[in-house]
């Protein structure tokens, strides 16, 4: 392999095109994969990767595509970071596996100490590590119905928690994550989200946070009746549902009535966690302390990990064998995630969240100036999205996400198309991007809407 094929940090930090993309062994081997790989798995861009660090995807090919996603907020301390695969390096090398429910490790214990530390609050924490966000969210539910002896799960519009037969229930969007895979579990309640674009649009006027929470209080009083919740479970910022942050003041008064009525919240930080929002968890920014976290993409670097963090007290109420898994906290995994906190902690990232958001805005607000099809700029940190809509409408748009996200592929940009109309594009980078390829990437955005809207 020729140095610069090498991943991780020693990969040259330039974007690459050598042949269309695909290029034609990219091609050769989507071919394979239409023989091999169930079509239900779909991906953004069938551009295979052979190497990947600082801002860079490096493709069979020898296209150097500008990487705005991070596999889906996952590798925010970098592709490969060398302190994530030094330390899993030399964990596979010890042992690959015991099961931490037969044979114990220190590792183990370690991540749930920094998990415990590094979550809002300063209460007395125990953390319990699984493999995915979706077995993560299934387990905060698990625990929160242990624990109040209740059975109802209040959820939001909008939502997205994963996959997995009560996440599929738990997330909003029909197609393509639930259509046709129900029944659904039940004691799954839905209650309105604070979306503020729409909302106030909607309302032809300001509505706050205070205001769309009780919008959504009287559903849960009415509708399901406060002593039957066991959880409020939400994401603070929304992720695959367009980046939705909601108004000033809805998360706190949330927090207020679960307080008030004997309801675990659950804060889904499985997207918004590890220094992405420029906070290391989106919670901060309103000064809200969950009973309970659920933490997966950014901790460990790229290696499956998940966790659920939370109050002793309510932790504590499963008993011995309630909580586990063959894999859950798996070595390697964890090990990766020793890695991946160090970097979070000692590479400034929370700083370099705020200043990549800063570079974000500042081009997408002036792209909003020209191109008033870009309803809404909004997010924290390294995670920031822009909502199209038809031009002087609150109509969706996705046709155009989808032209400027094929514009930005076919010239070595990967830029992540989401939301619940298909009209958000999301930003989301390494926090190892540099400024330069950050703007070029966003040069080469600029070009897709000059394209798209003549
Ligand atoms: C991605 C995601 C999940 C599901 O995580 P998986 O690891 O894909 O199971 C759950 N919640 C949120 C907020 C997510 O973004």
Redesign the pocket.
Known sequence: MAHDEVGGAGLPQERRIVTAIPGPRSQELEARRKRAVAPGVASSMPAYVVAAGGGILRDADGNQIVDLGSG??VTTVGNANPRVVARAQEQLAAFTHTCFMVNPYESYVEVAEALNRLTPGDHEKRTVLL???????ENAVKIARVHTRRNAVVVFDH??????NL?MAM?AKAAPYKKGFGPFAGEIYRAPLSYPFRDDAAAGTKVTGEEAAARAITLIDKQIGADDVAAIVI?PI???GGFIVPAEGFLPALVDYARANGIVFVA?????GFARTGAMFASEHEGIVPDLV?T??GLAGGL?L?AVTGRAEIMDSVGAGGLGGTYGGNPAAVAAALGAIEAYEQDRLLERAGAIGEIIVRRVEALQAKHPEIGHVRGRGAMQAIELVQRDTIDPHPELAKAVAGHAAANAVLVLVTGTYGNVLRFLPPLTISDALLEEAFDVLEEGFAQALG
């Open positions: 889906i907020a493999n995915s966000g979706a077995e993560a969210v939502a997205y928690h994963g996959r997995t996440t997330t994401e929304q992720g695959e889904d930080e499985v997207q918004t659920t997966a993409k499956p998940a």
